[in-house]
Nanobody
């Protein structure tokens, strides 16, 4: 069973930056599509970024130009660098992975971590 662990969440002021990291134990993430999903209480979970096994990224329109997803295969991690954060980016962020499928739709992912809270507020 693939276990994913997120880290790096926290509180930041609008315009600030945070970097989230996703790690896995006993599996190498470079064999999986990895996505970052987020959810606000009472709302649907949404995909914000994903990266293919070849390193090709895709971003939701709401974060394009502000967020960057990347792999570090040597550390077996996938990071999400978030710049110019807005209050509407406040959510629980989840790392997700799938061995076959690719895309931002949340149903594509067979594995998901426990999530990390990101709060953007002045």
């Amino acid at each position: 069973q693939l276990q994913l662990v997120e880290s790096g969440g926290g509180s930041v002021q609008p315009g600030g930056s945070l970097t989230l990291s996703c790690g896995a134990s006993e599996f190498t993430l470079d064999s999986y599509t990895v996505g970052w999903l987020r959810q606000v209480p009472g709302e649907e979970r949404e995909g914000v970024a994903c990266i293919s096994t070849e390193g090709i990224p895709t971003y939701a329109a709401s974060v394009k130009g502000r967020f960057t997803i990347s792999r570090d295969n040597a550390k077996n991690t996938v990071s999400l660098k978030m710049n110019s954060l807005k209050p509407e980016d406040t959510a629980v962020y989840y790392c997700a992975a799938d061995p076959v499928r690719y895309g931002l739709a949340t149903y594509l992912y067979d594995y998901r971590g426990q999530g990390t809270q990101v709060t953007v507020s002045s």
